[in-house]
């Protein structure tokens, strides 16, 4: 039933900026966190950046100073600012919704992932 939709990846070169984006389609009780994580081949998803209901942000140490995490609350959607690129921020990025449909439950809601690749 719910779908996370994102765009935005693509090819840049080191120093450039890409702005990623996730829209999710279907039915969500309520969102508490959203966040964007990255997987690079033979190694695990990673946070990159999150962002709670109420505006508080986390971000990786890679990524700070440099990417700025963002949430449209109406419209759920997040966005990923990406600016100052470098090539070891190649990878695919996935956003994710954090779901909380009860006081005690919650699941996880995940993108199909969209390529970054920033080039030398």
């Known amino acids: 039933q719910v779908q996370l939709v994102e765009s935005g990846g693509g090819l840049v070169q080191a120093g450039g900026s890409l702005r990623l984006s996730c829209v999710a389609s279907?039915?969500?009780?309520?969102?508490?966190?959203m966040g964007w994580y990255r997987q690079v081949p033979g190694k695990q998803r990673e946070l990159v950046a999150a962002?709670?209901?109420?505006?508080?942000?986390n971000y990786a140490d890679s990524a700070k100073g440099r990417f700025t995490i963002t949430r449209d609350n109406p419209k759920n959607t997040v966005y990923l600012q990406m600016n100052s690129l470098k090539p070891e921020d190649t990878g695919i990025y996935y956003c994710?919704?954090?779901?909380?449909?009860?006081?005690?439950?919650?699941?996880?809601?995940w993108g199909q992932g969209t390529q970054v690749t920033v080039s030398s």
């Open positions: 962002i709670s209901s109420g505006g508080d942000t």
């Open positions: 994710n919704f954090n779901e909380q449909r009860s006081v005690v439950s919650f699941r996880d809601y």
């Open positions: 279907g039915t969500i009780f309520r969102i508490n966190r």
